[in-house]
């Protein structure tokens, strides 16, 4: 399975700091950004690098740079990862895609969707809570429709149902997330989880 779930004690630590449900607001932001710090390492960790040679004060030697990295959002909770990719890899390129449930037919429906061009990159899909995998699944279809091969997805909280799903869908995509949690419930949060990622790092809970 292209699973990887990290076992780092900072990720342990702010995962922590994200399932309790006294974390208001802001340190919630912080500890997203701060765990995502975590799973863009591991998530890049294989990346092609470029050799370009350089000189220290000192002497010639081989320097290595990333090739062009895109980061898709998953709106809105991956907006809540954005800021750590954006810190680490300065010139990455980003696209949103937005799905959101029809309240008539209960579909997914697409409201918005914008990527840059995703060939030759590698490609971060932000999806914290990986809960049935459908937007995942489909934001990775689109990503491939527009050229992507080297996608992985960062999840804070993955379910198992939603692993399922993309090794089904995507075989390819590899998954790096903080923690493969017990089920989904029957209205579709991960439990243990961490409630509604969105309404957390956005205040908007009821
Ligand atoms: N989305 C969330 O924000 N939380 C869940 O538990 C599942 C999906």
């Given at each position: 399975?292209?699973?990887?779930?990290?076992?780092?004690?900072?990720?342990?630590?702010?995962?922590t700091v994200l399932r309790d449900r006294r974390t208001s607001p802001e340190p919630f932001r912080a500890a997203a950004r701060r765990l995502t710090y975590t799973l863009v390492h591991e998530a890049t960790a294989r990346a092609p690098l470029y050799q370009e040679d350089i000189e220290t004060p000192l002497e010639p030697v081989a320097g290595y740079h990333m090739p062009g990295v895109v980061a898709i959002a998953v709106l809105r909770a991956g907006?809540?990862?954005?800021?750590?990719?954006?810190?680490?890899?300065?010139?990455?390129?980003?696209?949103?895609?937005?799905?959101?449930?029809?309240?008539?037919?209960?579909?997914?429906?697409?409201?918005?969707?914008?990527?840059?061009?995703?060939?030759?990159?590698?490609?971060?899909?932000?999806?914290?809570?990986?809960?049935?995998?459908?937007?995942?699944?489909?934001?990775?279809?689109?990503?491939?429709?527009?050229?992507?091969?080297?996608?992985?997805?960062?999840?804070?909280?993955?379910?198992p149902e939603g692993v399922r799903r993309m090794y089904q869908d995507h075989p390819d995509v590899r998954i790096v997330a903080a923690a493969l949690d017990r089920e989904l419930d029957a209205h579709y949060y991960i439990r243990p989880g961490l409630g509604d990622m969105g309404d957390r790092l956005f205040g908007t809970l009821g």
């Open positions: 399975m292209n699973l990887t779930v990290i076992d780092h004690p900072l990720t342990r630590h702010y995962l907006l809540g990862m954005l800021d750590a990719v954006v810190d680490l890899i300065p010139d990455v390129k980003v696209g949103f895609a937005g799905l959101q449930r029809d309240e008539e037919t209960a579909q997914p429906m697409e409201y918005y969707f914008k990527l840059p061009d995703l060939s030759g990159s590698v490609v971060l899909i932000l999806e914290p809570m990986l809960a049935t995998g459908g937007s995942l699944s489909w934001a990775a279809a689109k990503a491939k429709t527009s050229g992507a091969r080297d996608i992985t997805a960062l999840c804070v909280v993955a379910a």
